[in-house]
T-cell receptor, first 114, second 112 residues
Framework: NAGVTQTPKFQVLKTGQSMTLQCAQD?????MYWYRQDPGMGLRLIYY???????DKGEVPNGYNVSRLNKREFSLRLESAAPSQTSVYFC?????????????FGPGTRLTVL | DQQVKQNSPSLSVQEGRISILNCDYT??????FLWYKKYPAEGPTFLIS?????DKNEDGRFTVFLNKSAKHLSLHIVPSQPGDSAVYFC???????????FGKGTRLHILP
């Protein structure tokens, strides 16, 4: 079991460039999440998907789009990157539903926008 | 508006002593609380959780206490070990959806 995997691990973009962060999980989880972590700000939810085919905005969705491609994969797209999007991005998954359960996190993608 | 607050950005504790990390919350709809541990360059990993119907949950060296009337929870680590040096995030979830709200984290340093 690989758990939650993310690609790439590191990325440098210029302002205005676009890119897609990939995330996949092999735990048959229903829910998937994208977070960003900034110094002194903790983890902030960007978007989440409670199940295949559904997506919802989190706390900081502006400048991002997501796609729940299938049950395993949840991608995050930056259409026109800005320096304010320099951050570490984490993908997570959970069983979801009314069950009390935790989220499992990937190793993160460190993104720098120049 | 911060719904989950960790007011101590950092904490230093002598090896072998007790580490106490605190967390306050404002949303009375939270019914499930979690603690995550994060090492540098890694994703957060789940540590321990507690349902709002309980006031204590213990797992080895880790115990979480919940005081609902004070909207306060704490994580106790006894005895503290060098490998416990990490950032600890408090998190909470409502019974409405699967979103988890995280605090800003507390960096724990275990001193030799």
């Amino acid at each position: 079991n690989a758990g939650v995997t993310q690609t790439p691990k590191f990325q440098v973009l210029k302002t205005g460039q676009s890119m897609t962060l990939q995330c996949a999980q092999d735990m048959n989880h229903n829910s998937m999440y994208w977070y960003r972590q900034d110094p002194g700000m903790g983890l902030r939810l960007i978007y989440y998907s409670a199940s295949e085919g559904t997506t919802d905005k989190g706390e900081v969705p502006n400048g991002y789009n997501v796609s729940r491609l299938n049950k395993r994969e949840f991608s995050l797209r930056l259409e026109s990157a800005a320096p304010s999007q320099t951050s570490v991005y984490f993908c997570a998954s959970s069983l979801s539903g009314r069950i009390y359960n935790e989220q499992f996190f990937g190793p993160g993608t460190r993104l720098t926008v120049l | 508006d911060q719904q989950v607050k960790q007011n101590s950005p950092s904490l230093s504790v002598q090896e072998g002593r007790i580490s106490i990390l605190n967390c306050d919350y404002t949303n009375s709809m939270f019914d499930y609380f979690l603690w995550y541990k994060k090492y540098p360059a890694e994703g957060p990993t789940f540590l321990i959780s507690i349902s709002s119907i309980k006031d204590k949950n213990e797992d080895g060296r880790f115990t979480v206490f919940l005081n609902k009337s004070a909207k306060h929870l704490s994580l106790h680590i006894v005895p503290s070990q060098p490998g416990d040096s990490a950032v600890y995030f408090c998190a909470a979830r409502t019974n409405r959806d699967d979103k988890i709200i995280f605090g800003k984290g507390t960096r724990l340093h275990i001193l030799p």
